[in-house]
């Protein structure tokens, strides 16, 4: 994806940083040589993404070892042999931030001394410096406000609300907590106000994941056999698809609910045409070089207690604007029959 390649270059300089900043500066010319973990998944696999990070910092002196995971318990068993393997910093891209995030606070595996890096997908960790890659949180927030505009609900405080509540459902995968703190932030107020209401709650172990589809499946024939779903956040990359087949095919409502997504592929472009899917949230392809600078100028006034995050913003891609951003652009070409494919 467009992101894997923006994430190597800040994750390498984030590094740097972290280096420096143990011995009490800023980003050095000459950072001290350290033992470097990289754990990431089957995905960074076939994309190449570790065997480039990992290239990079030997080349700069570093010892590194590099860990590929099919699934969350092979992460967490090669997270704890990178660090008994005596990495001082450690970069994760996570199978399941769940599983890492509880396997980090459980204390079976020391990372007091660890400088861990977050890669691709944020981590809520204490022990995690810094998170390198997508803007979840505005990601999220994006598709809340979305939502309610499409809903055309009035701002909370404009008056009594007398109308029915909208029924809206909040799905995540990886990065989960940061997600739901995003879409929250615009939400609560209209949840309080008795505008929307949200049947399965906004807690993490609720909303989150791994078979979107299924989980909307599942919803259709308990939560909404007798009753309307208004709308669902799909905050987890690629779950809108899923929701959307989900719902084509269990959902027996009036009308098709409103659902927004995170990522953009060849069959996101056709649900968005479709009008199957209202908007999606996407990472633009910038300027490594651009973002190299950026994060270098970052490192340079960063002391050891604040290493700092580096998100990549989020475009907000609409049903009503996908061909101007997406087809237009040549970003993807438009077939007969309403299908797309990536140039």
Same mark, same amino acid.
């Given at each position: 994806?467009?992101?894997?390649?923006?994430?190597?270059?800040?994750?390498?300089?984030?590094?740097?940083?972290?280096?420096?900043?143990?011995?009490?500066?800023?980003? !050095? !010319?000459?950072?001290?040589?350290?033992?470097?973990?990289?754990?990431?998944?089957?995905?960074?696999?076939?994309?190449?993404?570790?065997?480039?990070?990992?290239?990079?910092?030997?080349?700069?002196?570093?010892?590194?070892?590099?860990?590929?995971?099919?699934?969350?318990?092979?992460?967490?068993?090669?997270?704890?042999?990178?660090?008994?393997?005596?990495?001082?910093?450690?970069?994760?891209?996570?199978?399941?931030?769940?599983?890492?995030?509880?396997?980090?606070?459980?204390?079976?595996?020391?990372? !007091?001394?660890?400088?861990?890096?977050?890669?691709?997908?944020?981590?809520?960790?204490?022990?995690?410096?810094?998170?390198?890659?997508?803007?979840?949180?505005?990601?999220?927030?994006?598709?809340?406000?979305?939502?309610?505009?499409?809903?055309?609900?009035?701002?909370?405080?404009?008056?009594?609300?007398?109308?029915?509540?909208?029924?809206?459902?909040?799905?995540?995968?990886?990065?989960?907590? /940061?997600?739901?703190?995003?879409?929250?932030?615009?939400?609560?107020?209209?949840?309080?106000?008795?505008?929307?209401?949200?049947?399965?709650?906004?807690?993490?172990?609720?909303?989150?994941?791994?078979?979107?589809?299924?989980?909307?499946?599942?919803?259709?024939?308990?939560?909404?056999?007798? /009753?309307?779903?208004?709308?669902?956040?799909?905050?987890?990359?690629?779950?809108?698809?899923?929701?959307?087949?989900?719902?084509?095919?269990?959902?027996?409502?009036?009308?098709?609910?409103?659902?927004?997504?995170?990522?953009?592929?060849?069959?996101?472009?056709?649900?968005?045409?479709?009008?199957?899917?209202?908007?999606?949230?996407?990472?633009?392809?910038?300027?490594?070089?651009?973002?190299?600078?950026?994060?270098?100028?970052?490192?340079?006034?960063?002391?050891?207690?604040?290493?700092?995050?580096?998100?990549?913003?989020?475009?907000?891609?609409?049903?009503?604007?996908?061909?101007?951003?997406?087809?237009?652009?040549?970003?993807?070409?438009?077939?007969?029959?309403?299908?797309?494919?990536?140039?």
């Amino acid at each position: 994806m467009i992101r894997r390649i923006s994430a190597v270059l800040l994750t390498l300089c984030l590094l740097l940083v972290v280096a420096s900043c143990s011995q009490g500066g800023g980003l !050095s !010319s000459n950072p001290a040589m350290v033992m470097v973990g990289i754990s990431m998944t089957g995905k960074d696999q076939s994309a190449g993404t570790g065997e480039a990070i990992q290239s990079t910092l030997e080349e700069a002196g570093h010892t590194v070892e590099l860990a590929y995971a099919q699934t969350a318990e092979e992460q967490n068993e090669q997270i704890a042999a990178l660090v008994k393997d005596g990495a001082a910093v450690l970069i994760i891209s996570p199978v399941d931030t769940l599983e890492v995030e509880q396997m980090l606070s459980s204390g079976k595996t020391d990372v !007091s001394n660890v400088a861990v890096i977050a890669c691709g997908a944020p981590i809520a960790s204490d022990c995690v410096r810094a998170y390198v890659g997508p803007d979840f949180y505005d990601s999220a927030r994006q598709q809340a406000n979305r939502v309610v505009q499409v809903l055309g609900l009035e701002q909370p405080g404009s008056g009594t609300y007398q109308g029915e509540a909208s029924t809206v459902e909040l799905v995540a995968g990886n990065g989960a907590q /940061r997600c739901i703190e995003g879409a929250m932030e615009v939400l609560q107020p209209y949840v309080d106000a008795g505008m929307i209401e949200l049947p399965s709650g906004a807690d993490v172990e609720s909303c989150h994941t791994q078979d979107a589809e299924a989980r909307i499946q599942e919803l259709c024939r308990s939560t909404y056999a007798q /009753r309307e779903m208004d709308a669902v956040l799909c905050l987890g990359e690629g779950q809108a698809e899923q929701v959307v087949k989900g719902l084509m095919s269990s959902y027996s409502g009036a009308a098709f609910p409103v659902v927004t997504g995170y990522g953009c592929n060849e069959e996101s472009v056709q649900y968005l045409a479709a009008h199957l899917l209202s908007m999606v949230a996407y990472c633009e392809e910038q300027d490594p070089a651009q973002l190299t600078e950026k994060a270098v100028s970052a490192a340079n006034s960063a002391n050891a207690e604040e290493t700092g995050d580096t998100v990549i913003a989020c475009k907000l891609v609409t049903a009503e604007n996908y061909k101007k951003l997406l087809v237009d652009t040549g970003l993807y070409k438009a077939h007969k029959g309403g299908t797309f494919t990536k140039n």
